[in-house]
């Protein structure tokens, strides 16, 4: 059994940083600046695995957490920079991705009464809420949730990308290929005419 008088006020930075324990959060809240290692969340993580995306960057936090009545409201902004190749000419590039979020946790769910006071029925989803166990609040799944639904679809290295030859596969925005002057390439058409010459 973990002894509550070891608890210090001092934060954990290693990988338990993500959680939050509600006592950490006096008066004016807590300002949490932090940079989170994307081995740290398993969604980006994963998604560097797979492929998906080549790289993360280590990613920036700022979180605010406050205590409101019941509620923990929580401010957040997230920085990352993402290695992805690019949708049309494949190749790879950096990609920078900055969100913001809000969310409140309540540890339960007020209950909601209609007008003639019987109760109504809401998820904590239908009341923009969350719930949590009371004691801490884990920022791994918003922060990653966030940044996953920031990703862009399609990637681009610009969104003048020529992407590649249809024929040759040349990367178009390096110059045209010679697909362009006659659909056959000059080494084709000097081996062409040779044989025309024997
Ligand atoms: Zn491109
Ligand atoms: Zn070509």
Redesign the pocket.
């Known amino acids: 059994m973990h002894c509550p008088c070891s608890n210090t006020n001092q934060l954990n930075y290693g990988t338990e940083v993500m959680q939050v324990s509600v006592d950490e959060i006096r008066g004016e809240g807590l300002v949490l600046d932090n940079t989170y290692s994307p081995e740290d969340l398993p969604v980006l993580a994963q998604l560097q695995n797979e492929g998906v995306v080549k790289e993360f960057s280590p990613v920036a936090c700022h979180v605010r957490l406050h205590k409101v009545a019941q509620l923990i409201e929580v401010n957040g902004s997230a920085e990352v920079t993402v290695r992805m190749e690019c949708s049309r000419c494949l190749e790879e590039h950096w990609d920078e991705i900055k969100v913001e979020f809000h969310q409140s946790y309540v540890e339960q769910l007020p209950e909601v009464k209609d007008e003639d006071g019987s109760e109504v029925e809401l998820s904590a989803e239908q009341m923009g809420l969350e719930i949590f166990d009371g004691e801490a609040i884990d920022l791994c799944d918003e922060i990653q949730q966030q940044i996953v639904l920031a990703l862009p679809q399609r990637p681009l290295c610009s969104k003048k990308c020529k992407g590649l ?1 249809s ?2 596969g ?1 990367n178009l925005n390096t110059g045209e ?4 002057d006659g659909n056959i390439s000059i080494h084709f058409a000097a081996l062409r005419d040779f044989k025309v010459e024997k």
């Open positions: 030859c024929a040759c040349a290929c010679s697909c362009s």
